[in-house]
């Protein structure tokens, strides 16, 4: 009897909860926001490579409650705890193959704002060329400050977690703001007014603008391709796959632009190469047909030809000397780095930077008879200044941990370095740029995330992001280092100025 008691019971259970089933479940709940193949629509894509760059809940409380700020409904009363569980491994999973997304994906999701009007005119007063973007990812917002007042002359939405600086048009009219999931907005900050949006990858690392304006590179690891857009309609130019030489194809670690070379150049993750793609109406002529995309001499009809170089190791990120001539790589699962000259394409010396370097966040500036570049590491508390004459490591300063960002102005004798991970994430260094001692430690706000540095156009004030969601922009006298203003702000992260970016400002990363 009391066998057939508890079989009942057990029964009763299984009849009561229903048996996890993540395909049906995602099918039945996810897939009219995030896509039948979990790449997106109205919400995120749900793959490994977009979660795994979002900071905050955990999966299966994001599922089970739902998350403020966004259209993210809770599903506790509909999901039993197993079902959350078991929907969250599956979307942890990798997708079975890599998804295509051509042109005609591409252009098929071009959006354009109908309302959209250009004006003449800013339809503010302030300072064009002092404005000063702030990514607010809490919320996915944009804020447009004036960069005399710190007066929010606008507030605007973004695509889903914006990845990577955005990008503005030579004259700092436009911006282009790219997120994770591939989407490119073009925003006209004369107007304060989105123009239209297009999806140029599935999942993508960066964007880079030519030197003339004319074209927006989109590195993406997903499809591993790289989309050229043009910058005036968002039109489709070109989509190039990330193939090396042996036909291996790769994501995209990073694309930069170099203005002297009228080029991209990108590295790729999967095989050791770095991309030169030239967008000039006269690319340079090296003499080496195996090192180009296309055989023989460039062709009029294939306006963005490839050359390809091999390394010694692969690159994720990397870094230019200012003549462009140089790129400085290193790869996030080695030891050191290594300088490539483009104009010869091969390595000509290596880089003593163990602790894996963030070269994407390198700056340089003037010191003494020569130019040093810093760089922070994230896997220790050091920043590495490199005599970049000698290639040699003159300086290794120790900080209170690793560190993902670095900012300075040529108008200012200080570096400005956060430690972005680790106890002390609260902290920000300054540190002298001639004696590379630390002259002050800041705390603006006991445990929270300080991260992220910006100066205005006159290098006078400097911008700190309190990352976190009910954070702020703190704005600091650059030359005092005394707190003038705070600006609540929902977890920003990193902030922009136009006359900095547009001029390539010393200090700033590129």
Not at 94 to 112: F, G, K, N, Y
Not at 236 to 245: N, S
Request: hydrophobic fraction near 40%; include cysteine.
């Amino acid at each position: 009897m009391t066998r057939l008691i508890a079989s009942l019971s057990a029964l009763l259970l299984m009849t009561a909860a229903p048996l996890a089933d993540p395909t049906a479940d995602y099918a039945a709940n996810c897939q009219d926001c995030h896509g039948a193949n979990r790449l997106g629509g109205l919400g995120p894509a749900l793959i490994p490579e977009t979660l795994g760059r979002m900071r905050g809940p955990d999966l299966g409380v994001v599922i089970r409650d739902g998350r403020k700020a966004t259209q993210m409904p809770g599903f506790g009363e509909v999901l039993s705890e197993e079902q959350i569980d078991s929907l969250t491994d599956f979307l942890k999973q990798p997708l079975s193959e890599v998804p295509e997304w051509r042109e005609a994906d591409i252009a098929a999701s071009r959006v354009v704002n109908e309302e959209y009007e250009a004006v003449e005119n800013p339809v503010w007063s302030s300072d064009p060329m002092n404005i000063t973007l702030v990514v607010e990812t809490g919320d996915h917002h944009v804020s447009v400050l004036d960069g005399d007042t710190f007066e929010t002359l606008n507030r605007f939405p973004t695509p889903f977690a914006v990845h990577g600086g955005p990008k503005f048009s030579p004259d700092g009219r436009f911006v282009f703001i790219m997120s994770r999931d591939g989407w490119v907005q073009k925003y006209d900050l004369y107007a304060l007014q989105e123009v239209g949006r297009i999806r140029a990858g599935l999942n993508s690392r960066n964007i880079a603008m030519s030197a003339d304006g004319k074209w927006l590179a989109v590195a993406n690891y997903l499809p591993m391709t790289l989309t050229i857009l043009s910058t005036e309609d968002l039109g489709v130019a070109a989509v190039l796959d990330a193939k090396g030489k042996d036909g291996t194809p790769s994501r995209i670690s990073a694309v930069y632009q170099a203005p002297p070379r009228e080029s991209f150049v990108l590295a790729l993750k999967d095989v050791p190469e770095i991309w030169e793609v030239f967008y000039g109406k006269n690319p340079p002529q090296f003499g080496f047909a195996h090192d180009w995309r296309i055989e023989g001499p460039v062709k009029n009809e294939d306006p963005f030809p490839v050359r390809k170089i091999t390394t010694p190791d692969y690159l994720d990120d990397f870094f230019f000397d200012q003549s462009y001539e140089y790129v400085m790589g290193a790869s996030r699962s080695g030891e050191g780095g290594q300088v490539i000259d483009l104009v010869i394409g091969r390595k000509t010396a290596d880089l003593d930077l163990p602790g894996m370097p963030h070269l994407g966040s390198g700056i340089t500036w003037k010191r003494g008879d020569t130019t040093v570049m810093a760089t922070p590491h994230l896997k220790e508390g050091t920043i590495s200044i490199i005599d970049m004459k000698t290639w040699k490591t003159v300086e290794r300063i120790e900080t209170l941990g690793p560190g993902f960002f670095l900012r300075s102005h040529e108008n200012t004798p200080y570096v400005w370095a956060d430690v972005f991970f680790g106890p002390n994430k609260d902290v920000m260094h300054v540190i002298d740029k001639e004696s590379l001692e630390i002259v002050k430690t800041l705390r603006p706000v006991e445990g929270a995330t300080v991260a992220h540095v910006e100066f205005t156009k006159d290098g006078r004030y400097a911008l700190v992001s309190v990352w976190e969601d009910d954070g702020a922009v703190i704005v600091y006298d650059a030359a005092t280092l005394e707190e003038v203003k705070r600006l609540p702000m929902r977890k920003p992260s990193g902030k922009y100025n136009v006359w900095n970016k547009i001029t390539f400002s010393e200090g700033t990363s590129h």
